[in-house]
């Protein structure tokens, strides 16, 4: 490659007596550029000046057999600059806009002098110099210019606010000039130089300022003013051995709908949304910055109100739902519409009973498990966004139901739901959802459409949909009519499936809602007539059922007669209405049901997925990746010494702790640790993520996913992790995962078996259920486990008792492998025989390790439910055990203290001396109980509190740890026991002990 | 302090203490102070041959950064750290140099920008100073997530209440006679009064102490001028505030082999402290008419009172209820209104109660003088630790 000359080119760089400047003039100088070194040759606030600067440049340039010309005059007198450079060489093709002062102070200590004066020199110096130079460089349809911007202005700095305007100002007055050069062959570009300025030589050790030498910056300034160099318009930071460019990173946002106002309270909803980098653009231009607001310019919005906002609701699909139902479901339900009220009714039988040869589904129970499923996630407040009615204001308008194929007896189904219709009726507006319902083999199943009407929820202007009537009967009497009456307690029977509104069985709810009794259910109805008109056109056979649609006009009061009238309108679709014989009342109208012309068959199965989503068991786990690195340490013997520091992995979730000493010795990896230069926390997920090369530590630190605390100027010496070669590290992997060590404890565990942090999480759910353990016991424990390696604290000391991963110190400590440790927990290794073997190594207080023998009392059953539990929270991978444990809520226990009293009670009444002894009344609160003990006379106990001369306060398991012996100065020392009144009379409360 | 010259305190300086986030820097309060007390004196600071800076929190050389403002003498300038007994600490290295003849005229320096919240170990990578103090504490009454400081001393009123039946209230009544004296002190921090029943009712932090009886975070900074006779003679200075006794104390076994958290908090320290003092003085607590004490946080004031002997152990909720504990009783505490509603910047603290008690002799105090008061008496308390008791008199 050929050097980039600068052979008859004349350069201009203001403020090239020190510094960047000089750096730049002597690169350009030795290239082949004439030069006008320009210096004011003031002081780094603008004070002073003097020629001395510029001419040692001038000299040093000359020295070397390059061309320069110094020039003294202030950037402000931009013009000057540029005469010189004309008047000694009759031409300027480079401007390097480098002048620049500091007026470093807080906003709060600002004065206008400093403000005005460091515009003046960045911004209007630059506009002065730059504007003398761009009429010849029109002329000579050719330039390269420069401008200085800075971190300050880009990221903003303390105590830098005018220098930050200034240096961003230059940014936009650059890209102006870049488009608008651009046809001339004049390139403007900006650089944002990390180079040792007053402000940071302060700030960084000497290390770092040493590494942002000028002569790192000039390089890029040199080839941005280069001929052959097109590259305008552009930001680039540089310094330090970095060079990068920068640009505009803009979230895809949030694109609202016009014709509607935009409140804030919308803006706040969709801050997240705003402000999600995950899906961005870089916009280059102001065109394509308009980019999105010229396509949103031709949208309209829907419409809506405060109770539906039909942009945001309408297309919404609602997260599939899963449920199942069986034999019994289809025949309640055929019970509760009243199929077999003739129990001798072979027709109807076979809705009834299972083992009918002829057993089968009814066919509108189709709508059961679609509605049920909207009736669930409406009551756990999972609505579709965009509808904010209550259930109060809606009416069930119309129902469409379609089997794609007869109901199996029993059935898994996944329902998909969305969000179809919104119309705007005026007064109402009507909300139609459309649920799909697939079965196990992802084959649909049921399609169903509700139809609610919205009370007082329309007149936004919105569209009215369809307003024809369908499924009119046509003017002739029926083909066919049947007459049923409905049972008086129809409705309690119907409930049952499902729908279980009071308004259907309470009567005072009923009258409050205007009605003289409970109504029957519209869809209790709805399967009545379904059954009508299967009996009459279907060969009664509801395998021929395809489709249902009813508008629901009016109640039905349970005990009232159905008359069902049907017209058969073609070969498959029957007509109908339904109505009350006592009243003459219409209650289902424009109805018809359609019918297969061939029983539909069921798809043939497909494979079965789970062989196909077999989990991909390729990536490490945490632990694999601390041996990975253990490795890459012992082979990079150096690596402790260049990095000389520690490092402690938190992780969480599941919770373990990691420390990665490049300080001592030849460096290590270790489970466990608290304490390290440089502490890092981040989820396993995240470390895997990161460690796999799929997250950048830096992203995960500024989303906070990472969080550094310490020596954090550390953490840039991980840097050596990126080097660990990945063909290596899966060498490193696959051997472990051969030795059969099962470095995946969790995913690698046998199936059944728990594995360690499982076996940790029963231990912690065994001391939450008995409280008193960390009383009795008063020890710490620390489980350093190997192989893989992992830490745990069992805490029986402090408070009621816990159990952590992590840990480094403990009255007692035990290391023994992994599988030793769930050997042992799990019976099959006794904990004597590992250590006379040496495989169980006990340390500090070797006597504490005699109270371990409480894990023997843990319930086998017990503990099995526990790991069930932890293992359904946790999806396929068993390992969030600590922190599902954690976040379990413990099982409520019976309140004790009720018995503790009352064998108090028995004990004063024994033994009257210890309450004349006392000599007090005292209040004991015990959670939501309280006593009044009497102690002056022979002792007397009452429910609730009184006058008294102390009030203990606690909780029950505190009372517990009384009657088993604490003593109550420790307590109350501890704050679990709250005295009030005069303390010392609990001194004299000595009769606690073994009342449990 | 043994033997040796006599210590005149001829000029003493404070700045109003602030809040966290709303202070000057830590340089800027160091000069204020140090300017006071200077003109206070009426000498130049080149007068000045030595001087003792104290500091807990900022990096090394911090004395220097902020005495240079006055000046650049080349005197020796000594950093001083002691935890919250740091300004008494700088004040004591101060005397002793004057009492032995070292220096004719010193200046002890105190200051002290604090973060905001309770206070915190700073290096977390090393040994714990306070990890003795710590370890009797879990031992005791295990460690919850209160404020250390508030556990350890909150703990030694739990202690005290056990032994000595002592009501909630005479606790809070010690911080509503802070805000009460605090209220008359333009340099304080908090002047608004408070009632026994706002002070219970405040935010409980650590049973028995509530928000209101805990000191706050501070930023401020306090000096003294320190001279030998011949000094206080040449500059014509007659008749000023002197130190008639000084001692320090450092833990003794008690501190952590009686599982007792009064004892760990200090007790001992302070009554052997006082017990030196007194004996060198050759005055008891009888003779004292204006203390300022170390009332960090309400249940050490009441350990203070007994372990200065104003009153017998167990016998200070008598002295609260019999008001000897303010203008019209035996002694007035804390005129200035205490660490408690003063604030406690750490450096500064024991020089702040320094100026308090110098002006009080004085008879300069304004609204706040106690009546003849002649002789004072100030306590000055840091956990690690180290506790500093000196008298003052005037003739």
């Not at chain 1, 990095?643 to 270790?670: E, M, Q, R, Y």
């Not at chain 1, 992790?721 to 046998?750: F, N, T």
């Not at chain 2, 008639?244 to 501190?255: G, L, R, V």
């Not at chain 2, 249940?299 to 200070?316: D, H, R």
């Amino acid at each position: 490659m050929s050097d980039l000359r600068f052979d008859g080119r004349v350069a201009i760089v203001t403020g090239a007596g020190n510094g960047l400047g000089r750096s730049h003039a002597l690169l350009l100088a030795k290239r082949g550029c004439k030069v006008v070194v320009n210096d004011l040759g003031g002081s780094a606030t603008g004070g002073g000046r003097s020629s001395a600067a510029a001419d040692k440049v001038v000299a040093e340039i000359k020295a070397a057999g390059g061309e320069a010309v110094a020039n003294y005059d202030s950037v402000e007198d931009g013009a000057k600059i540029v005469q010189t450079a004309l008047d000694t060489w009759k031409r300027v093709d480079i401007v390097i806009n480098n002048a620049g002062i500091l007026r470093d102070t807080s906003f709060k200590k600002i004065t206008e002098e400093d403000w005005d004066l460091i515009y003046r020199v960045h911004v209007l110096g630059g506009y002065r110099v730059t504007k003398a130079a761009w009429d010849y460089m029109q002329e000579a349809n050719y330039g390269r210019i420069i401008f200085t911007a800075s971190a300050a202005g880009i990221y903003g700095n303390f105590g830098q606010a005018n220098y930050s305007m200034a240096k961003l100002g230059l940014v936009g007055f650059a890209n102006t000039l870049a488009i608008e050069g651009k046809k001339r062959n004049i390139l403007v570009n900006t650089i944002a130089p990390i180079a040792g300025s007053r402000l940071t030589e302060t700030v960084l050790p000497k290390n770092i300022t040493d590494a942002l030498k000028p002569e790192y910056v000039s390089p890029l300034v040199a080839w941005l003013c280069h001929e052959s160099c097109e590259e305008t318009g552009g930001l680039f930071e540089v310094g330090g051995g970095l060079f990068t460019k920068l640009r505009w990173e803009r979230t895809e946002g949030k694109l609202f709908k016009l014709g509607r106002d935009i409140t804030p309270e919308q803006v706040k909803k969709s801050w997240s949304v705003i402000t999600d980098f995950s899906k961005s653009t870089h916009p280059a231009n102001v065109t394509e910055s308009m980019g999105p607001i010229l396509g949103n310019l031709e949208s309209k919005s829907l419409g809506g109100n405060e109770f539906i906002d039909v942009d945001t609701a309408l297309g919404y699909e609602l997260p599939p739902q899963h449920s199942s139902y069986d034999e019994k479901d289809l025949t309640l339900y055929a019970l509760g519409v009243g199929a077999g009220q003739n129990p001798l009714d072979k027709d109807e039988l076979k809705y009834v009973y299972e083992n009918a040869s002829d057993f089968a589904a009814l066919p509108t129970f189709g709508v059961v498990p679609a509605l049920q499923m909207i009736f669930d996630m409406y009551k756990r407040g999972e609505t579709a966004p965009g509808l904010n009615y209550g259930f109060e204001r809606i009416l069930h308008g119309e129902q469409y139901t379609e089997l794609k194929r007869p109901l199996p007896p029993r059935a898994k189904l996944t329902h998909k739901a969305k969000i179809k219709d919104i119309w705007d009726k005026g007064k109402g507006a009507v909300v139609v959802t459309a649920i799909t319902s697939y079965d196990e083999d992802g084959n649909e199943l049921v399609y169903n459409e509700v139809s609610t009407y919205v009370r007082g929820a329309g007149g936004w202007g919105g569209d009215r949909g369809p307003s024809t009537d369908v499924n009119v009967p046509p003017d002739r009497a029926p083909d066919a009519t049947v007459e049923e009456k409905i049972s008086p307690s129809q409705a309690l029977l119907y409930r049952l499936s499902g729908d279980i509104n009071p308004l259907h069985v309470d009567p005072g709810f009923a009258q409050a809602f205007g009605f003289d009794k409970p109504i029957l259910h519209g869809l209790c109805t709805f399967g009545f007539a379904a059954r009508h008109v299967i009996k009459t056109f279907s060969k009664n056979d509801p395998r021929y059922f395809k489709s249902i649609k009813v508008r629901f006009s009016d109640s039905v009061f349970p005990g009232e007669t159905l008359v069902t009238e049907m017209w058969k309108e073609s070969g498959n679709k029957i007509v109908f209405r339904c109505k009350v014989k006592e009243r003459d009342k219409v209650v289902i109208s424009n109805a018809a049901i359609e019918l297969y012309d061939e029983i539909p068959k069921a798809p043939a199965k497909k494979a079965p997925a789970a062989a196909a989503a077999a989990a991909p068991s390729g990536e490490p786990t945490s632990a694999e990746a601390f041996a990975v690195i253990r490795d890459f340490i012992e082979q990079n013997g150096n690596l402790a010494s260049e990095v000389g520091k520690t490092f402690l992995f938190k992780l969480t979730n599941p919770d373990s702790a990691w420390t990665i000493d490049l300080k001592n010795g030849k460096g290590s990896v270790t489970a466990g640790g608290d304490k390290a230069d440089c502490v890092l926390e981040l989820s396993d997920a995240d470390f895997r993520a990161m460690v796999a090369g799929k997250a950048d530590p830096m992203k995960l630190w500024t989303e906070k996913k990472l969080k550094i605390s310490g020596d954090v100027m550390a953490s840039q010496k991980l840097m050596f992790l990126k080097k660990i070669d990945p063909k290596r590290a899966m060498e490193v992997v696959a051997k472990l995962r051969a030795s059969g060590g099962g470095a995946a404890p969790a995913a690698a565990a046998p199936s059944g078996e728990p594995t360690s942090a499982e076996a940790f999480a029963v231990i912690r759910d065994f001391i939450e259920q008995n409280g008193n353990l960390a009383s009795e016991v008063g020890k710490t424990f620390l489980f350093k486990l190997t192989n893989p390696d992992s830490a745990w604290t069992i805490d029986l000391k402090n408070g009621k008792g816990s159990v952590t991963a992590g840990g480094d110190k403990a009255d007692c400590v035990l290391e023994l492998s992994d599988a030793d440790f769930r050997a042992m927990v799990a019976g099959k290794a006794d904990p004597m025989k590992l250590w006379t073997e040496k495989k169980l190594k006990i340390s500090g207080d070797v006597m504490a390790s005699q109270k371990l023998m409480f894990l023997k009392k843990i319930d086998p059953k017990r503990a099995m439910e526990v790991v069930a539990k932890l293992r359904g929270s946790g999806g396929a991978s068993a390992a969030p055990a600590a922190s599902a444990a954690a976040s379990a809520p413990a099982a409520p226990k019976p309140a004790q203290a009720p018995a503790i009293v009352k064998a108090l009670g028995e004990r004063l009444a024994k033994s009257p001396a210890l309450a004349s002894e006392v000599g007090a009344k005292v209040n004991l609160v015990v959670g939501s109980n309280a006593w009044l003990l009497d102690l002056t006379g022979k002792g007397a106990i009452s429910e609730g509190k009184g006058d008294a001369q102390a009030t203990l306060t606690m909780e029950d398991d505190d009372l517990v740890a009384l009657a088993k012996g604490e003593s109550l100065r420790t307590l109350y020392m501890h704050g679990r026991v709250r005295v009030d009144g005069d303390v010392r009379v609990a001194h004299k409360l000595n009769f606690w002990k073994g009342l449990v | 302090m043994g033997m040796g010259r006599r210590v005149n305190v001829i000029g003493v300086g404070m700045t109003k203490f602030q809040k966290p986030g709303a202070s000057d820097e830590y340089n800027v309060m160091a000069v204020k102070a140090a300017r006071a007390a200077l003109e206070d004196a009426k000498i130049e600071y080149k007068d000045v041959q030595s001087a003792y800076c104290g500091y807990v929190y900022g990096d090394s050389t911090c004395g220097q950064r902020s005495v240079y403002e006055l000046g650049l003498t080349g005197i020796p300038i000594f950093n001083v750290n002691n935890n919250c007994s740091t300004g008494s600490t700088a004040l004591m290295l101060a005397a002793q140099a004057i009492a032995g003849g070292l220096y004719e005229c010193v200046l002890a320096l105190g200051f002290e920008k604090m973060e905001k919240g309770a206070l915190g170990s700073k290096f977390t990578d090393r040994t714990n100073p306070l990890e003795w103090q710590a370890n009797l504490m879990s031992k005791v009454q295990g460690f919850s997530s209160a404020p250390p400081a508030a556990q350890m001393f909150g703990g030694a009123g739990r202690e005290y209440r056990w032994k000595y039946g002592t009501k909630r209230e005479t606790f809070a009544k010690v911080s509503a006679k802070a805000r009460k004296h605090a209220a008359n002190n333009p340099y304080a921090l908090f002047n608004q009064p408070l009632t026994v029943e706002e002070i219970l009712a405040s935010d409980e932090v650590f049973d028995p102490l509530t928000r209101f009886q805990c000191c706050p975070p501070t930023c401020g900074a306090a000096a003294a001028i320190l001279c030998s006779d011949d000094f206080a003679k040449k500059h014509g200075i007659s008749k000023p505030v002197w130190i008639a006794a000084q001692h320090m104390t450092t833990d003794f076994d008690s501190s952590f082999k009686e599982d007792s958290m009064i004892k760990m908090v200090g007790f001992d320290m302070a009554k052997d402290c006082a017990k030196k003092v007194y004996e060198e003085a050759g005055l008891g607590p009888e003779d004292v008419q204006v203390i300022e004490l170390h009332d960090c946080f309400t249940t050490n004031e009441v350990l203070t009172y007994e372990a200065l002997g104003l009153c017998k152990e167990g016998e200070a909720e008598k002295l609260i209820e019999d008001g000897d504990n303010t203008y019209g009783g035996k002694w007035v505490t804390n005129p200035s209104g205490g660490l408690l509603s003063k604030g406690h910047p750490l450096g500064a603290t024991g020089l702040a109660q320094c100026t308090e008690l110098v002006w009080q002799l004085r008879g300069t105090a304004d609204k706040r003088q106690v009546p003849n008061a002649k002789v004072a008496l100030q306590h000055n308390l840091g956990l690690g630790g180290a506790c500093v008791v000196t008298m003052y008199r005037v003739d």
